[in-house]
Nanobody, 129 residues
Framework: EVQLQASGGGLVEPGGSLRLSCVAS????????VGWSRQAPGKEREGVSC????????FYSDHVEGRFTISRDNAKRTVYLQMNSLIPEDTAVYYC??????????????????????WGTGTQVTVSS
């Protein structure tokens, strides 16, 4: 089991930026797709973004495409989520997770956790003036 530790959340004003990081405990991290989901109070978990193990494929939800960028550095066992032009609707706890493919995010099954291999800790993002 790979342990994943997320960080980088915080309070930011609308229009601001944050970069989330998620560090894996094991180099087997490189063998899996990795992505970010988020959950706001009273709402279902939502898949935000995913990158394949090779980095050749990325997925973004319609809500964040054009504003968020996912990247990974397998040598550092880390995945990043650069979030720009943040809006109050982005407020949520953000979680990283590994999965066998990004289909888990594309299909929406991330909502139930189906297809997730390892869950990471969450990091709170609050967008407010």
């Amino acid at each position: 089991e790979v342990q994943l530790q997320a960080s980088g959340g915080g309070l930011v004003e609308p229009g601001g930026s944050l970069r989330l990081s998620c560090v894996a405990s094991d180099f087997s991290f490189a063998d899996y797709a990795v992505g970010w989901s988020r959950q706001a109070p009273g709402k279902e978990r939502e898949g935000v973004s995913c990158m394949s193990s090779s980095g050749s494929y990325t997925f973004y939800s319609d809500h964040v495409e054009g504003r968020f960028t996912i990247s990974r550095d397998n040598a550092k066992r880390t995945v990043y989520l650069q979030m720009n032009s943040l809006i109050p609707e982005d407020t949520a706890v953000y979680y990283c997770a590994t999965s066998w493919t990004c289909g888990t995010y594309q299909s929406g099954s991330i909502t139930s956790g189906a297809g997730v291999k390892d869950w990471g800790t969450g990091t709170q993002v609050t967008v407010s003036s």
